[in-house]
């Protein structure tokens, strides 16, 4: 750590990095955020077939967004990385070595965050990929073909691939809206807590809305079902939200959390 004494911002990344690589549980965290969003895509996308339909064509489903259903369970790797890579160290005692090394506190939780979300994005980009490789082989099987009107699934097509990098980028923002929950709150479980809260709860309870303007309104600012409308790629005039102002609400929550958490942290005792 006194090789960044002075808070240079890229010397202060490297020890970041350095300090998230090496715990055994980044590897594992980073593995499950991938895995799990193959292998529940894959179970959702098997599970979804077109027998049921009047024609295969009259599905209407949206095969894109069944392969990269994964990540709303992926996504709690995600948090949990974004709450210890601040959490971890207020519970082992750690973050005093680490500001006694880069003294600005700004440089230490931009250098967190960059850390962060280049290893999301690493990991998600692979998940996603890969959930979309295995649906491609997965929904011709259950009727869904081209000629029903369902091309095979391809990151280079263009709904697909905006799926496909919206998903990545509601990863890298789930991620730091953790950071930024840890860093205000200083407490693993709580932060974690807090967090799953707001993504799984606040859509829950929009759904028992019973007037159905409020819900369509709730849903435009739950963090969770905003985000995700950006995996999307038919039928966009019935979402409650657009894909890409959906991802925005979730940038909005995200730099919120940081902006508090980053405040917090520049004006307490470590």
């Known amino acids: 750590m ?47 077939d ?49 500001l006694a090394a880069v003294p600005r506190r700004g440089t230490v939780l931009a250098a967190k965050a960059a850390v ?27 009727g869904f073909t081209a000629a029903h009107g369902y091309p095979p699934l391809s990151p280079l097509d263009g709904a697909t691939a905006r799926a496909a990098a919206g998903t990545v980028l509601y990863l890298v923002l789930v991620a730091l809206l953790s950071l930024g929950v840890a860093t205000a709150l200083r407490d693993t479980a709580a932060a974690t807590t807090a967090v799953l809260a707001l993504l799984w709860i606040v859509p829950i309870v929009t759904r028992l809305v019973g007037d159905a303007a409020w819900r369509e309104r709730l849903e435009k600012v739950a963090p969770m079902s905003a985000g995700l409308a950006v995996q999307s790629t038919r039928d966009l005039e019935r979402l409650p939200i657009g894909p890409w102002p959906g991802l925005g609400v979730l940038a909005g929550y995200a730099a919120a959390a940081m902006l508090v ?8 005792d470590a």
């Open 2 to 48: 006194s090789s960044v004494r002075g808070g240079g911002a890229g010397r202060a990344v490297r020890a970041e990095w350095t300090k998230l690589r090496t715990l055994p549980s980044t590897g594992w965290l980073l593995f499950a955020l991938a895995g799990i969003t193959v292998a529940v895509g894959a179970a959702v996308t098997g599970s979804v």
């Open 50 to 98: 077109t027998a049921d339909c009047v024609t295969p064509a009259a599905c209407e489903e949206d095969t894109p967004r069944l392969a990269l259903s994964g990540v709303r369970l992926g996504q709690i790797a995600a948090i949990v990385l974004g709450v210890l890579a601040v959490g971890g160290e207020y519970a082992t005692g750690t973050i005093t070595a680490t």
């Open 116 to 142: 962060v979300a280049g290893a999301v994005a690493a990991a998600g980009a692979v998940g996603v990929l890969a959930a979309l490789a295995v649906g491609r082989g997965i929904l011709p099987r259950n």
């Open 261 to 268: 958490g980053g405040v917090l942290f520049a004006v307490r």
